[in-house]
């Protein structure tokens, strides 16, 4: 099974910029599509970004444009840029692995193995 570790979350102004880390260990990372979820205090988890285990990437609405998802299949990580960040970004970040890495949905549903998460805090 695998494990993941998020880290490079922090305290930025809104119009900065983070780039969060989720590093792989215990598995085939190659063979994972990979996603990046949020959760704010009082609301549920949202869906950030994906990216399939060809490299294909998916966005939610708010951030596209803003975020980039990567991955590099040889330190077994993938990263989430942020760049533009607003104070509606502030959230504990995710990631996860996807249940099935041939379908999956941008949902949690679909997503396992999360890691502890990385607090990304946005202020005016």
């Known amino acids: 099974q695998v494990q993941l570790v998020e880290s490079g979350g922090g305290l930025v102004q809104a119009g900065g910029s983070l780039r969060l880390s989720c590093a792989a260990s215990?598995?085939?990372?190659?063979?994972?599509?990979m996603g990046w979820f949020r959760q704010a205090p009082g609301k549920e988890r949202e869906f950030v970004a994906a990216i399939s285990w060809s490299n294909t990437t998916y966005y939610t609405d708010s951030a596209k444009g803003r975020f980039t998802i990567s991955r590099d299949n040889a330190k077994k990580t993938v990263y989430l840029q942020m760049n533009s960040l607003k104070v509606g970004d502030t959230a504990v970040y995710y990631c996860a692995v996807a249940k099935n890495p041939r379908v999956f949905r941008l949902e949690s549903a679909d997503f396992g193995s999360w890691g502890q998460g990385t607090q990304v805090t946005v202020s005016s």
């Open positions: 215990g598995g085939s990372f190659s063979t994972y599509a």
